[in-house]
């Protein structure tokens, strides 16, 4: 079977989470939503979004990038709210199918 690789990124809450004000918070969120347009724009993500009803809260989101793995943990580490401590990052290799996303 033919397949085409990705890498999976899980967000999960960060060791600093809890140390920001919700106006602060508020900003990290639109510049972390900002740093995610601009992956996709540069080509580099596929599809992001955030968990809802899971068991475990530290989850926070998902990003599947096209990148390698060393290079989606380079642009991930530039998030701002990974750069704050609000979220961190475990990054995979991905396979699927070949073809399955476009």
Do not use: N
């Not at 601009?38 to 068991?55: K, T």
């Amino acid at each position: 079977m033919e397949v085409d690789t990705y890498t999976f990124v899980l967000l999960r809450r960060g060791p600093r989470a809890d140390d920001y004000t919700d106006e602060e918070l508020d900003e990290l969120q639109a510049a972390h939503l900002a740093f995610l347009d601009e992956m996709r724009d540069r080509g580099h993500l596929v599809v992001a979004g955030p968990f809802r009803d899971q068991d475990d809260e530290t989850k926070r989101g998902l990003c599947v990038y096209r990148t390698g793995l060393d290079e989606t943990r380079r642009l991930s580490e530039q998030d701002p709210s990974v750069e704050a401590g609000r979220i961190s990052i475990e990054a995979m290799t991905w396979l699927t199918p070949k073809g399955v996303l476009r």
